[in-house]
């Protein structure tokens, strides 16, 4: 029997692509999907495309779609400022569930991912770990403007929300801009083929802090649990993989994957230093013949340099996701070196 039928937003991210495999894996949903390409996932699944931006464009692609029961929104365009990037990813978000309420009468829950920047990650030292009811910074934040929108919206309604919070996402994606492995492991092939060690990139203090990421499988499940679960309605949570570490811990491993010495760490901009070496990575290409992506669109480096600048403990409680019933956990080590082995069998990296 079937739970319903799901529209996930923004299928081809790192977090929305996972979001769809996991839901078409389960077969016990019927799969929409809304992106701007079609996602290079295989499966038994609509897709749709729409200019988020564009109210009537997202009413038009939903229109025929009457029996969806549950929004999953994991959209995001990028903006030059922090008030624009609210502004216009909020306006998103309601043109999206505007659509899907005057075509769906039967609507039951709306997911939306944040992240831990909800707690002023981003602006510096927070307290930590963080906690769901901690108090908010000050604005702007597109998480609370995405939050209090679809919370106002929901009001008096039938249908109920969750959020989730993660933090550095990590799993395959390709064209994502906040993909901290491929960043990673771009990096370090780039440096091998130099003939460089690998060297921790970011603030020495960075290298030494504790960190946290979220598995994008880990991720999908607990999204498709919290928008199914009746105690987790009109809540959210944080989602980690549960474990911490610090990057001097885990880059001997790396180093170790990608057959390099390891060097101390050098705080340099990966956004400045990587802008010249799309010829680099051509020749790297046609020499390990690897898959034609193009390197702009590879790495995100000024991700890389916004993670590996955070000089302070990065912790989010899970304790409230634990107690309302998901229990789940992963090694992030194991995490990491699971999906350069995958974009290695790809011939995405060398």
């Given at each position: 029997?079937?739970r ?15 979001l769809?495999?996991?839901?078409l ?21 609509l ?8 109210a009537d ?11 969806v ?15 624009s990037?609210?502004r216009?990813n909020t306006?998103m978000?309601?043109n ?17 991912v944040e992240?831990?920047?909800?707690y ?5 030292p ?9 108090p908010?910074?000050?604005?702007p ?6 939050q ?5 919206r ?8 969750s959020?989730v919070?993660?933090?550095a ?6 064209g ?9 492991a771009?990096?370090?092939?780039i440096?091998k083929?130099?003939?460089?060690p ?11 802090t504790?960190?946290?990421?979220t598995?994008?499988g880990?991720?999908a ?7 199914t679960?009746?105690?987790c309605?009109n809540q ?7 474990d ?9 491993r ?12 050098r705080?340099?901009?990966l ?13 790297l ?9 193009s390197?702009?669109q590879?790495a995100?480096w ?17 304790g409230?996701?634990?107690?309302a019933?998901f ?6 080590e ?6 350069f ?10």
């Amino acid at each position: 029997m079937k739970r319903g039928k799901a529209l996930v937003v923004g299928a081809t991210g790192v977090v929305g692509r996972y979001l769809l495999m996991h839901l078409l894996g389960r077969g016990e949903w019927d799969v929409v999907a809304l992106s701007r390409r079609r996602p290079d996932v295989a499966g038994d699944y609509l897709h749709l495309c729409a200019d988020l931006t564009d109210a009537d464009d997202c009413r038009a692609s939903l229109a025929g779609q009457r029996d969806v029961t549950h929004v999953f929104y994991a959209a995001y365009l990028d903006q030059p400022d922090t008030a624009s990037l609210a502004r216009v990813n909020t306006a998103m978000l309601e043109n999206v569930v505007d659509a899907a309420e005057r075509a769906a009468p039967g609507l039951q829950h709306v997911n939306l991912v944040e992240g831990t920047k909800w707690y002023g990650s981003h602006l510096g030292p927070f307290k930590t770990p963080a906690k769901e009811s901690d108090p908010r910074h000050m604005p702007p934040n597109m998480y609370y403007d995405q939050q209090d929108a679809l919370e106002a919206r929901q009001r008096g309604k039938a249908w109920s929300w969750s959020a989730v919070r993660p933090h550095a996402v990590c799993g395959f994606s390709l064209g994502s801009p906040m993909n901290l492995t491929l960043v990673l492991a771009v990096y370090a092939s780039i440096s091998k083929a130099l003939g460089m060690p690998l060297a921790f990139p970011g603030k020495p203090g960075a290298y030494r802090t504790l960190y946290q990421c979220t598995d994008s499988g880990l991720l999908a499940r607990a999204i498709e649990w919290m928008a199914t679960q009746p105690q987790c309605a009109n809540q959210a949570y944080n989602i980690t993989n549960g474990d911490l570490f610090r990057w001097e811990n885990l880059f001997p491993r790396f180093a170790r994957f990608f057959d390099m010495e390891l060097a101390p760490p050098r705080h340099i901009s990966l956004t400045r230093l990587m802008a010249d070496k799309a010829g680099l990575w051509q020749r790297l290409a046609a020499r390990h013949d690897l898959a034609p992506h193009s390197y702009e669109q590879l790495a995100g480096w000024a991700f890389g340099d916004f993670v590996f600048g955070s000089d302070y403990d990065i912790v989010s409680d899970m304790g409230k996701a634990r107690r309302a019933g998901f229990c789940e956990s992963l090694d992030s080590e194991q995490m990491f070196l699971d999906l350069f082995s995958q974009f290695r069998a790809a011939r995405v990296i060398p």
